[in-house]
């Protein structure tokens, strides 16, 4: 139900622009967070942004370096990705959730409890 792409292989310092397009829902009712899972890791949410558009969030390791942003007209979800590091390699899935009020997203550890409907995920490989 949701269609994650723009995955590839990049050198460190280099920038990906993934893309997540729901299928049979829009976003001005769901708000959208993007995890990623390395080899061996846990899931981890870095990003997340709210129906309204105006609340994100980022974790600490992505902040500054990554971008998260709606476009409603296209009913599409976007991550840019710039600065990459070998350690942002990992699948990386987009979500969708409308629990949380309109100018709110879920972002907490325990946040992929809560998003509804995900994505197949796509790679991310950062070279060094």
């Known amino acids: 139900q949701l269609q994650a792409s723009g995955g590839g292989l990049v050198q460190a310092g280099g920038s990906l622009r993934l893309s997540c397009v729901p299928s049979?829902?829009?976003?001005?009712?769901?708000?959208i967070g993007w995890f990623r899972q390395a080899p061996g890791k846990e899931r981890e949410e870095v990003s997340c942004i709210s129906r309204s558009g105006d609340k994100t969030y980022y974790s600490d390791s992505v902040k500054g370096r990554f971008t998260i942003s709606a476009d409603h007209a296209k009913n599409t979800a976007y991550l840019q990705m710039i600065g990459l590091k070998p350690e942002d390699t990992a699948v990386y899935y987009c979500a969708a959730e409308n629990r949380a009020p309109p100018t709110e997203c879920t972002f907490n550890d325990d946040a992929h409890y809560e998003y509804e409907y995900w994505g197949q995920g796509t790679l991310v490989t950062v070279s060094s």
């Open positions: 049979g829902f829009t976003l001005d009712y769901y708000s």
